[in-house]
């Protein structure tokens, strides 16, 4: 036999072997389609079962706005206090349907905040009037309810065990546009800082996202649903490979609390903290570069009676690790008050694992030093305006206290800390331990608006 003859022979063996080894694997995968005779790999099987489950949401509602008139025009011409304007306003968005039974579905608060009327839209062309069950602006996740039969929902995947890399799929009504789809992988994980919402543990994809896609579904490639497309980040809205989603598991946790309690009843970890960086844990004499750390532990709280102690460094949370506080913070606030979650941390090198019962952020009750040494001689509690918007009412002020002397009285209620929205005593902390320089302090006082400057 020649050599040339041989040489062939063994290149076509080994394709040969090649191809039986490929077969099985395209066949196994979710999204290949056998049915067409030429085999070729197409998410279309996957997408005829999931796309059924994502609907489009139409609003119609008033929008007020409130301007104040200035002292000088209320003195000499007896003007009102403030002035009101009202329009109407309408919108589109996205939705998930995610129980189809009971005719849950998931969308963001965004899209139907303030709204009047919500309509839903299947693909199928049914629509149906949606009642809110509850909504959560801080992670700016809402549950509305419609009364449908055959509806089809997404299957829920376990968003703690997606990695960078996997591949994803956006469902959603960009544009006003008929349901799309966009493909692309995770390109990260915990994604924070974004100054998008109140508490922010994102999924990052390129899979493209536009304006009319929020509330719509990312969705792995079994068809199960891994986050609730939120944000763009691009100029003006339109997508440049940047997305964010909400994790399934987050949202998860947030809906179940509406569903019990009609509101979102968040955990309190009961900390003041920081990332850790490489100069801080130099500082600190660690070898560990991630993670939330750990400033101050507010008295009586859950991290006491767990023991958790300044300069503890919180790397993991149920056994997942945790990249900043941000992170931490968002992952505990969507729990609900009372569950018990397992915290792995390093103290002076060594790690540890600490169960902790997580408070009640909503029945919180403060000592403002706690929060600022601005606010000394102030105690704080979760309240209400006199028009029931939620803030941080300002039940007891020592006089003469710092908290007195930058203009703060009893009563007040402050709503807003440099322009970002704050309603509870835990949210307020949090924002006033993020903020840096000069501190604007939004306050209601009865039927008045007024900053109050902390420097």
Avoid: W
Wanted: no cysteine; hydrophobic share 40%; aromatic share 4%.
């Amino acid at each position: 036999m020649s050599k040339q003859l041989r040489y062939l022979l063994a290149v076509l063996s080994v394709s040969m072997a090649a191809v039986a080894v490929s077969s099985p694997a395209f066949s196994a995968l979710p999204f290949f389609n056998s049915d067409k005779k030429s085999e070729v790999p197409s998410l279309a099987p996957m997408l005829e079962k999931a796309t059924p489950a994502v609907v489009s949401i139409a609003v119609e509602g008033t929008q007020t706005s409130r301007q104040e008139i200035p002292e000088m025009f209320r003195y000499f011409f007896g003007a009102p206090n403030e002035q009101v304007q009202e329009r109407p306003f309408r919108g589109l968005g996205s939705g998930v349907i995610i129980d189809a039974d009971k005719g849950y579905v998931v969308t963001n608060n965004h899209v139907v905040d303030n709204a009047d009327k919500v309509m839903v839209k299947l693909t199928d062309g049914r629509e149906f009037e949606a009642k809110k069950l509850g909504s959560d602006p801080q992670s700016d996740i809402a549950l509305l309810q419609i009364d449908g039969e055959n509806l089809s929902a997404l299957p829920l995947a376990n968003s703690d065990e997606l990695r960078v890399g996997d591949f994803t799929v956006a469902i959603g009504n960009p544009f006003g546009l008929s349901q799309t789809v966009t493909s692309g992988i995770v390109s990260a994980l915990g994604r924070s800082g974004l100054n998008i919402g109140g508490y922010e543990d994102f999924i990052q994809t390129d899979a493209a996202i536009n304006r009319g896609n929020s509330g719509g579904a990312l969705v792995n490639l079994h068809g199960e649903l891994i986050g609730i497309n939120t944000a763009i980040f691009g100029p003006g809205g339109g997508n440049v490979g940047i997305g964010f989603a909400i994790p399934s598991n987050m949202m998860k946790s947030l809906v179940d609390q509406i569903v019990e309690f009609g509101e979102v009843r968040r955990g309190l970890l009961g900390i003041l903290g920081s990332n850790i960086d490489a100069g801080l844990a130099e500082a600190m004499e660690s070898n560990v570069n991630k993670g939330a750390f750990i400033n101050e532990v507010t008295p009586d709280s859950a991290a006491e009676k767990a023991d958790l102690q300044p300069g503890d460094i919180i790397v993991a949370l149920n056994g997942r690790s945790l990249n900043s506080f941000e992170e931490l913070r968002a992952k505990v606030a969507s729990l609900g008050a009372g569950t018990e979650i397992e915290l792995t941390i390093i103290r002076k090198g060594e790690e540890i694992k600490k169960m902790v019962t997580l408070g009640d952020a909503e029945a919180s009750v403060a000592s403002a030093k706690d929060i600022h040494p601005a606010l000394e001689g102030a105690t704080l509690s979760n309240g209400q305006d006199n028009a029931g918007n939620r803030g941080i009412e300002v039940t007891e002020l020592a006089p003469r206290s710092p908290a007195a002397r930058i203009g703060l009285q009893k009563d007040d209620v402050i709503v807003g800390v440099n322009r970002q929205r704050v309603t509870t005593v835990t949210e307020f902390g949090n924002v006033i331990s993020d903020a840096k320089g000069v501190i604007a302090l939004n306050v209601k006082r009865g039927n008045s608006t007024l900053y109050l400057v902390i420097r």
